[in-house]
């Protein structure tokens, strides 16, 4: 497979699941689990470079793959036991600060070579991305896609009344860990692709922008899924060109874009008003 | 066979006793009020009642179907009944038509196996729409309602799946004067030609014994079921309520005397 090839796959599979996710991270006020799942995988592919470099272990990718998935399961599974909302956020945000903390001691003690290496979790390595990897995103790009279909109904009732979704006979609780369950999968997949300042930028901007401009939910899946797309299209052909990271350019894209969207509504808002 | 049998009811929420000792039956469809003072527990025995709090002692009967203390609520008793929570629960920041909150009130219909098919999701949304006068707004955003509005549309959610039973917690909040007339007058006749039993928790004792078949009266821990007729029964109770909490009663209701 050519690197273009790979690279197409691998925009299309991570726009699909940045799309689903999200939208759902928005409209389930998920936005501290992401922060705080991608800072802890940081934080544990530091201790195990760390481990690695003592023992002068060999770190594959699908040990790191292994790690990541443990590592967001695991933070998934300790906040879903925390029911109200606000609790929930602060206890993500102890996490949060926790593993940053953590992460930068780990890499302040890391020999250089593994700090470049960490480095690349942080701005991401798509151009660096091998058929392994793919096929692995595939595979989580696939059950996700499937459950956010498939699910769409019971985890929109979950995210927008969910003691209504409580007193009905679904699995209002299941479906809500599973909704988790499947922004944290998203999450890590962006983290190991596009690096932790880029995952903000596509889990967490276009879904809340569109959902904040009152697109509904079942739109603003479509429309970020194609700007997560277009964005990283655009990124990956500047990156080509001008020799700058690709994931670099896709956060800065979306964030501007974020930016004059707010700012169209701010002055439709006030026209509207100054008119009435 | 009684619609609703509560026997020995106790509910504690975070170790602090909320019920005890409720036991009323309701055997025939009617449109009970549940009234009391602020903090009383109405929410609360509402909630065990729909299974989202399990009590520590008693059981609860539903149509034939008995849930004793520890034992998980059985899907087949949620079928039955339709939910309105308090409206402060919702996630308004989730851009929704009135429409699509009508028709999660089906979800569950909705998932395998089907009880409704995809096809009749629209006529049976528009019956109920019709039936509440809110066809016209449904293309509206939920946030863009007014409160009236909102809560019918919450209203048509709950009764959208036809339930046996229906129990609403406070839908007369923040609602005008004729809103709260044609929701009562609806709720009056779904138990007249309907045959479907309503729980309704009101803070307006007007409401209660006005327009109710039975008056659920909670306070200190006790739930005792009054039948509206017996005005001087309720009476006695509302003038145990504390200073703080009169305000709740009407200065103009006959009834506060």
Redesign the interface.
């Known amino acids: 497979m050519s690197l273009i090839v790979e690279l197409v796959c691998v925009s299309i599979l991570i726009a699909l699941l940045a799309g689903y996710s999200s939208t759902f991270t928005?409209?389930s006020?998920s936005s501290f689990l992401v922060v705080t799942i991608s800072h802890a995988i940081l934080a544990t592919l530091a201790a195990l470079f760390y481990i690695a470099y003592i023992y002068s272990l060999h770190v594959g990718p699908l040990l790191i793959w292994l790690v990541m998935f443990v590592t967001a399961l695991s933070v998934c599974a300790f906040v879903s036991h925390v029911r109200l909302f606000s609790e929930r956020d602060l206890v993500l945000s102890i996490i949060f600060a926790l593993m940053l903390s953590i992460a930068a001691l780990f890499m302040a003690v890391l020999p250089g070579y593994m700090v470049s290496r960490m480095w690349s979790f942080l701005t991401g390595s798509l151009l660096l991305i091998t058929p392994v990897d793919i096929s692995l995103i595939f595979i989580i790009c696939l059950i996700c896609s499937t459950l956010y279909t498939f699910f769409y109904?019971?985890f929109?009732?979950v995210?927008?009344?969910?003691?209504?979704a409580?007193?009905?006979?679904?699995s209002a609780s299941a479906m809500n860990y599973v909704l988790s369950i499947l922004i944290s999968i998203a999450t890590l997949a962006c983290v190991y692709v596009l690096g932790l300042f880029v995952t903000y930028a596509v889990m967490l901007i276009p879904g809340s922008v569109l959902?904040?401009a009152?697109?509904?939910?079942s739109t603003s899946v479509i429309m970020s899924i194609m700007i997560v797309f277009i964005t990283l299209m655009i990124s990956i052909g500047l990156a080509f060109s001008y020799n700058i990271p690709p994931s670099g350019l896709c956060g800065v894209m979306i964030s501007v874009l974020a930016g004059l969207v707010i700012l169209v509504r701010f002055l439709t808002r006030r026209i509207k008003r100054t008119r009435s | 066979m009684s619609i609703i049998a509560v026997e020995d009811l106790k509910i504690c929420v975070g170790g602090r006793v909320i019920i005890q000792d409720a036991t009323f039956r309701i055997d025939e469809p009617s449109f009970v009020v549940i009234i009391g003072p602020n903090g009383a527990g109405k929410t609360t025995l509402l909630k065990t009642m729909?299974?989202?709090i399990k009590p520590v002692r008693g059981c609860i009967k539903i149509l034939d179907r008995v849930v004793r203390a520890g034992e998980r609520y059985p899907?087949?008793i949620?079928?039955l009944?339709g939910?309105?929570?308090q409206r402060d629960?919702?996630?308004y920041?989730?851009?929704?038509?009135a429409r699509?909150i009508v028709?999660?009130g089906i979800?569950?219909n909705?998932?395998l196996p089907r009880t409704v098919l995809p096809r009749d999701v629209d006529s049976l949304v528009n019956n109920i729409a019709g039936r509440l006068g809110i066809d016209n707004i449904l293309h509206k955003?939920f946030d863009e309602l007014s409160g009236g509005q909102q809560q019918k549309v919450l209203l048509a959610?709950a009764l959208v799946k036809d339930p046996r039973i229906l129990i609403l917690d406070e839908p007369l909040s923040n609602v005008d004067e004729m809103s709260r007339v044609e929701i009562l007058e609806f709720l009056r006749d779904l138990v007249r030609r309907d045959g479907r039993t309503v729980l309704l928790v009101t803070h307006d004792v007007e409401v209660a014994m006005s327009w109710s078949d039975y008056v659920l009266l909670v306070n200190n821990g006790r739930a005792v079921l009054y039948s509206s007729k017996m005005i001087e029964d309720v009476n006695k109770f509302l003038r145990q309520y504390p200073e703080k909490d009169r305000k709740i009663v009407p200065s103009r209701s006959p009834y506060c005397a």
């Open positions: 928005s409209i006020r109904r019971e929109l009732l995210s927008y009344d969910y003691e209504y409580l007193a009905t006979s679904i959902v904040n009152r697109v509904r939910p | 729909i299974g989202l899907r087949s949620r079928k009944i939910y309105m929570p629960v919702i996630n920041a989730v851009p929704l038509t699509e028709i999660s979800v569950e909705l998932t955003f959610r």
